[in-house]
Structures are given as C-alpha cells and as structure tokens.
C-alpha cells in the first residue's frame, strides 16, 4: 500500500499536529486573510510601536495563520522577522535577558538580515547587546513595572547608577528603531500553553518594551485562557489586555463546505489503496454526513484523525468495511468514551434476538438498551442515532423496536461490518478468533466460482480448520454465483466431505458437513422447475462418495413439511434405487475411507438384525468392518448444570452395526478377522477405541440410559 503522506497534495493533512509552514498547504484558503494581516503590519502607526494579537480556540489553526503572515513579511525588504520562544526561559529571572539576547542574536545573524536593513540593523543589535548585559545582574520583579537592583539593592548609589544606565540606553535605543528605514516583526505564540505567571510575566515584558519604535509584536494566543491568567490577583484581565494590544484579528472558524471537503479530500487520500467494496459505496455518503462530518470541528481535529486512520487502514481493512473503519476510528479520536462504551459491550450492539427468546432474556435486553442509550448521549443524540442505524442496526431493537434475524447477521459478516460480532473483535482486537478464516480466503473462492480449476484451488489454499467458517461465510454469496454454474460448484463443494474431521466440535454440535449441504441446497433451489431433474441427476452421477450421494438426496428430495422437495418425486426414488446398486458393487478398497460409512449403509438398505445375512458383501472384508466399526462410534458429552467441566464418553452404534451384520454371530466373527489381520500392526487410535468399545458391548455392558 502506497503512503498516502507522499501524495504531494495533501500532504498537510498527514504531518499529525504541526501547523502549515506554507500557503502550498492552505487548505482553508486562509492566504488572503494572510495577506491582510501583513498588510497591517506594514502599513499601522509603529511610531511608538505597535501590538497585533492573532486570537483563536485551540485547534483553530492559529499558528498556521501566523506562520502564513510571516512568509509574506518575510518576502519584503524593509521587514526584518524576529521568532520569540517564551518556551525557552525558565522563570522571570531569565525572561527579559534572553529576550533582549535573541534580538540581538537574530538582528546580527547574517542569514536572517536583509541587505537594506543589514547595517541598520548590525547597529541595533549591538545596542541590544549591551543593553542585555546591563540587564544581568538585575532582576525583573512582576507587578512592579520597573527594573530594580536586586544584586546590589544594599547600594543605593549603585542602583541609580545602573537604571540611568539603563534608561540612557533605551533612549539610545528607540532613536536607533526610530531611524530605522523598515520594521522589525516579533512573533511570539504558544502564549495560551505557558503557566500562568509565565504569561503575566510574558505580557508585562511586551508592555514595557512595546513602545519601542517600529518594532511590532505579532501574538498568538486564546484569547480566554490569556484574560484568565492577567486576571489574577484582582486584576481585569480583558482591561489589561485591552491596554496592551492595538489590533486583534479573531482567527475565522471553518466553513462547512470547507472543513467537509478536507475531511472528505483526506480520507479518501488515506483510503486510496484499499479495497472499496459495493457495500461501502451504498452506505459511505450516509455514514459520512450523518456520523464522521458533524463530530469534527476544526482542521486539527481532522489532521489527528488522519494520523490513526491510516494505520488502521493498514490493519484492520481487509476484514472490516471501509465505511465501519472510518466511522469508528472517528469515534475513537474524537469520542473516545463512546467508543469505550462500544468495546465494552459488544452484545448490546451486535446480538439479535428471536420473538421466542425475547421474553427469557428481557433483562439483558434491558441492559443492552441502557448502554446504547448511554453511548447515543456521548455522541449526541442525532449523531447516536445514525450510529445505531447505519453502523449497528442490531441495536435498533432498543432504539426503534426494530428486529433483525440471521439472515441479517450472515449478510454483515459477508459484507464485513462491525454490526456482526466476529467483524467488531477484529476490529477491537486486530486477531482473527480460532478457526475463522480470512476475508482474503473467502474473496478468492466466491471470484473463482466461474471456473472450475480456479475454484477447486481456491478451495484447497484453505486450511481445513478454517473451511467450516469459510464455508459458512460463503453461503450468503451463493445468490450472485451464475446459474450456469451451479452443477459444477455443487459437485466441488459436495467432494469437500473429505476435508472435515469426524469427530463433533462441541457439546452441541450439528455437524460440520452441513456447512457444505447448506450452501448446495440453496443452490439447488435456484434452478428451474423445469430443468432441476436434469442437474440434479447429473450432479449425482458426478460424486463418488456413497454418502456424499445420500446427503445430496436428502438435501434436493422429499424433506420436512415445513421444506419444499426441489426434485421430482419419481426421479428421487430412481436414484435411491441405484444408490443401493451403486453401493453394493463398491469394493473394499473404495469403502476403506468412506466418510460415516455406518450411517449411509443403514440408510441406503432395510437392515434386518436377524436375516442372517450380510446387508453388503465388502462387509466381511476386514477393511469395510475396520470403517463400519470406525464410523460407529459416537461421542456422549455431560456437565453439570453450573459447571464448565464436560464429562465424555464414546458409545458405540451396536443395533446399527448388528443390522448391517444381520445378527450378533457374522458381527463377532467379522470383528475377529479384523482382529487377527490387524495383529503386530499398528492401527488408528479411533479403531482401537472402537475395538474396545466393542469387546465391551459384546459382554453384555449396555450404558446406563441405553
């Protein structure tokens, strides 16, 4: 991803908190305004100096608008531009010494001296000079408004002689200004981030020596924070003010058009190498006026936004909407309490409820509501409220009484937003849960639908212990997959069987298959009426897997009654018919893997514990009897009811197997010839648990609630 700080046009919005430095980076054309600030400068009375205050809240940009006034100043000849940094001293005692000293120091610097001024000014700064060290034993005593002998107050002799020393060399001083043929310009800011003694001490400095002739201070600073230290000790802060600066200019606010344009301008130079999905598009333009634009008031605010955003870009936008990203990124700069809230309390903004769970869990919903509540008031209520609609429509139960189901769930997890609780932790948490695959995984599946090749290794670059949730996220896609290529996406998805691990994930678990049939059925469901026989059979003639083939007719065939068949009644039992052929001509090589190979047996086939006969003939192979005893195992799982510990055991599916076997007697003796091809080699740990199992129920040993 390219930087979006080298993009030479807006580049000012990516340097964090500094202001501009030049008008290439005015982006509330504030030049003008610039322009007539040094144009004042120029032409006011400074024949007994003169001071000029630039006022403005924080955030407002007033050092851009000074640093812009000073680039004009220092275009012209006859202006010489002192910096002041009041940062610099520390105490009063250093106040007026290093003032005088960084005059003398910046007038003399061959550098900074324009070539009109350069003598005038090498002579002043020489006067400055000494009048600087006449200045050092002494001490400058706030309130006084003069300068005492405080080394050698003792003396009164000597201290008379140093202050007509020093009132000659002001005199001296302010004749050389007053022949000057030009200005000097003192820029002092940051006034309103000095400690209140430091500003007192700072504005008594600028009015015993702002009579100076032709030297104009130019301040920066808020002009309430300013009022609030002079007004200390009983004293008019504003009144004082007053006296001291001539002309003030109150730096505008934003337009705006102005401000949404930057905001708008920078997030879509921060945005420009990520992946802007349609989903974003539709929602942006609502998200952007209605939550980002009004929680933003000045330029500073916006730079700070855009110095988080793009590293969260960097982050976090391959797994979230681009739109979410931006909208809580802004929460989190700017409403930094609402965005605790937020993360505090996924459930309250992202669980949904249905109509038969509502009344069990009212008093969590309860809960839920007061924390929304609680979150719209820190944004705003307008704001709050496009919150919950735009970017948690979940917590719209609570808001507007408006409920939302899984489907609503399955199309935010697809479209990556927040409002779905996995895409909210990633954006938290920046860590994918265990299992979950990659948003990078499900993109290159859904646009290799259209090709076989392409879709198969889509398929195979997936873990198979993320393809359960990839294949769970791909469902909400199978709508926009071609119809044309539906038969081809079935049969890739049905071959997947093979992949997913036997053994149940959990207490309550459906099974991970159906994470293949889902999607399949759906698909099967799109076809034509007139043409749906057709696919399906060749769909079904496609698959290898006898259970693959089964669960394929149970998903399109004859189904609950809440679920319509989607292939006609007769073509159902002809492929059941062949199903029971196709089974039985299999050999046991081909059924040594099969998946619930048990399961798909007693399914296909009548079985009858007492026929005496084999259901299939590969059942006496000792490889078949190895999976049917494999695949009839089951896990039995308990915990008491307040505990988290899990009691577990494996049952084995004995009357299944006994039908398959047609009695008791063909069970044992296939079992021992299994036994005995299987001696000094070494097995699976599933069979050996099953052999076990199975040596148990052969004595007669029944679990308790069989």
Known sequence: MTDPRSSSGQSALFTGDDPILNSSDDLLNRTRLASAIAEEVQEMNAERGAVVAITGKWGTGKTSLLNLTANILREQDQIQVIEFNPWFFSGTDQLIRFFFDEMARQLSSERGRKQRLKDATANIAEKFNRYSASLSPLKFIPGAGQILDAAQKTAEGVSQAF??????????????????????????????????????????????????????????????????????????????????????????????????????????????????????????????????????????????????????VRSAADEVSLSDLVALEAIRVMRPAAHDLIAQNIRAFTAVYGWQTERRNQATISADAEVVSAVQRELTDEVGRAVVRFIFPAAQLHTENMWHGNDSCQAWRRDRRVAHETVLKYYLHRELPSGTASSGHIDS??????????????????????????????????????????????????????????????????????????????????????????????????????????????????????????????????????????????????????????????????????????????AGSPSVTARLLETSLSPSRTNTWGSVVVSSHERLAWESLVSVYGGEALLSSAVERLKESVSGQEVSARLQRALAAFDLYASGWRPSDF
């Open 445 to 618: 599946i859904v646009y290799a639908t259209g090709d076989d090749q392409d879709f198969r290794a889509a398929l195979a670059t997936v873990p198979d212990h993320h393809l359960e949730d990839a294949l769970d996220r791909f469902l909400s896609y199978v709508d926009v997959i071609a119809v044309s290529r539906i038969p081809a996406v079935s049969v890739a998805l049905l071959e997947l069987l093979p992949r997913f691990s036997e053994d149940p994930s959990g207490m309550i678990d459906a099974g991970r298959d159906y994470t293949v049939f889902r999607p399949v059925r759906k698909l099967m469901q799109r076809i034509e009426p007139a043409s749906v026989d057709l696919v399906a059979r060749n769909v079904y003639q496609a698959v290898k897997s006898p259970y693959a083939r089964l669960r394929f007719l149970s998903l399109v065939g004859k189904q609950k009654q809440s679920e319509e068949q989607v292939i006609s009644s007769e073509l159902e039992s002809e492929l059941r018919s062949d199903l029971q052929e196709y089974l039985k001509s299999l050999s046991p090589d081909d059924l040594q893997a099969e998946r619930e190979l048990l399961r798909t047996v007693v399914q296909i086939f009548d079985c009858d514990a007492e026929s005496g006969e084999l259901v299939i003939e590969s």
């Open 163 to 312: 202050t007509a020393s020093i009132h000659e060399q002001r005199v001296e001083i302010s004749d050389a200004l007053a022949g000057l043929n030009g200005r000097i310009i003192v820029l002092i800011d940051d006034i309103d981030r000095l400690t209140r003694q430091e500003t007192r001490d700072l504005f008594r400095l600028v009015r015993l020596n702002g009579s100076f002739p032709n030297v104009v201070y130019l301040l920066c600073f808020d002009r309430g924070v300013v009022e609030n230290a002079l007004g200390e000790e009983g004293l008019d802060g504003a009144a004082y003010l007053e006296k001291i600066v001539k002309t003030s200019v109150e730096v505008p606010p934003a337009a705006d058009e102005a401000l949404a344009s930057v905001l708008r301008t920078g997030m879509l130079t921060a945005l420009s190498n990520a992946t802007i999905t349609s989903s974003d598009e539709n929602r942006f333009a609502d998200i952007f006026w209605q939550v980002v634009r009004p929680l933003f008031g000045t330029v500073r605010d916006i730079k700070r936004f855009m110095s988080s955003l793009t590293l969260t």
